[in-house]
């Protein structure tokens, strides 16, 4: 068993050891994630979603 019951728990303590937030930590996990392809980057298609960017009709 883990000494941290979650993910976050084990950041919280770990960034106070290293003296960086939380936030930035949790940063660089999540890019270290993307970047092994342990997980989906969804940043830019949920910015794009949420500002209906639609695509651009083609001149004739």
Known sequence: ?????????AMVSIAGKIG???HT???WVNKAEVETGKRADT???VRFA???IQPVPSAM
């Open 20 to 22: 960086f937030s939380t």
């Open 25 to 27: 930590l949790n940063e």
């Open 50 to 52: 949420k500002v209906n």
């Open 43 to 45: 940043r830019y298609r």
């Open 1 to 9: 068993m883990s000494e941290h019951p979650s993910d976050w728990t």
